[in-house]
Structures are given as structure tokens and as C-alpha cells.
């Protein structure tokens, strides 16, 4: 199994940036996907981005050109830069790992965007 912390959430003021992170520890592989998913209060979770550990990326349209992920794989870590926040980014935020089978999920961290 694959265990994944988050990292670097909280209160921010609109207009202004985030960081997250999420380490992978376990049963890592080498080709994987990791990335980030969002929950708002009453809504589905939906992605954010992901980055497969060649470097392919996808994003989700509503933060094209506001964030930017980006992954270590020596130390099994993927970031998340999130900048021009609005006050619809606020949700909990879930790291992701996909590879072989396995689909595992961070705890969250929450991101609160005030306007």
C-alpha cells in the first residue's frame, strides 16, 4: 500500500498564493500518477491536476494558468503552487496516487480562500 500526507493548507486572502505538498511512502512503482483533487462543502470532489512521473500533466480548466504542479520523484513528493486564489478554491484538498492497482488517498488539507 502507499500512504500519502498533505501538506501547506490554510486561510489565505483572495488574490493570494498556496503551496501544497503530499508525500508518498509504501509500495511506491516507478511509472505512477500523483496529483490533487478538491472538495468544496456540498460538492462532488473533482480534480485539480495530476502528473503521471514522466512529466504528463492534465488540470482541470478552472485553474489553468493559476497553478502549477510539479513532482520529485527521487523523493516521492508531488507540489501543488496555487496562485491568483479565489474564494471558490476554498475546499479540502486530497492528494492522489494511482499505479498498478493501487489507488490510494492523503487525508486532506484544507484551503480557505477569503474575499
Known amino acids: 500500500q502507499v500512504q500519502l500526507v498533505e501538506s501547506g493548507g490554510g486561510l489565505v486572502q483572495a488574490g493570494g498564493s498556496l503551496r501544497l505538498s503530499c508525500a508518498a511512502s509504501g509500495s511506491i512503482v516507478s511509472y505512477n500518477t500523483m496529483g490533487w483533487y478538491r472538495q468544496a462543502p456540498g460538492k462532488q470532489r473533482e480534480l485539480v491536476a495530476l502528473m503521471t512521473s514522466g512529466g504528463n500533466t492534465n488540470y482541470a480548466d478552472s485553474v489553468k494558468g493559476r497553478c502549477t504542479i510539479s513532482r520529485d520523484n527521487a523523493k516521492y513528493t508531488v507540489s501543488l503552487q496555487m496562485n491568483s486564489l479565489k474564494p471558490e478554491d476554498t475546499a479540502v484538498y486530497y492528494c492522489?496516487?494511482?499505479?498498478?492497482?493501487?489507488?490510494?488517498w492523503g487525508k486532506g488539507t484544507l484551503v480557505t480562500v477569503s474575499s
Open positions: 492522489r496516487y494511482l499505479a498498478a492497482g493501487v489507488d490510494s
